[in-house]
């Protein structure tokens, strides 16, 4: 039953930062006026990294009890998250707002190879908890 609740939860958070990072973003970007587009997503991604480490941490502290592997990756993404959320967006918003382009840039970058990152990894704990 655990294992089956960390597996779920896993999905959603698979699914989620899928489709936000490639859905719902590139969507507002193609949709919207920029500037609407780059306030929107300022005001969405706390909310996107809360809901990354939520379901990665229920899901980790879940899967903890029978695959520690799993578990500990999963409650590695809520904690880089946490540091993304809270110290790596914050800096993105200086750097736009201060008109830093490069450093924005190399932040942003670091962004979405984290959450790239974020989204393999929950891939290859879904495939460890199925089997």
């Known amino acids: 039953m655990i294992n089956a609740a960390a597996l779920l939860i896993t999905s959603l958070l698979f699914g989620g930062m899928t489709l936000f990072s490639f859905g719902f973003a590139p969507f507002l970007f193609s949709a919207l006026p920029l500037e609407t587009t780059r306030t929107l997503i300022r005001r969405a991604f706390p909310h996107f990294y809360l809901f990354v480490i939520a379901t990665a ?41 201060a008109g830093e382009k490069r450093r924005f840039a190399r932040l942003h970058g670091a962004s979405v190879v984290l959450t790239l990152i974020h989204i393999v990894l929950s891939g290859g704990v879904l495939l460890r908890l199925a089997q």
């Open 57 to 97: 941490a229920a899901a980790g502290l879940l899967a903890l009890t029978g695959d520690v592997l799993a578990g500990g990756t999963l409650v590695a993404i809520a904690l880089t998250a946490v540091l993304a959320r809270q110290v790596l967006m914050p800096a993105i918003n200086r750097a736009t707002d």
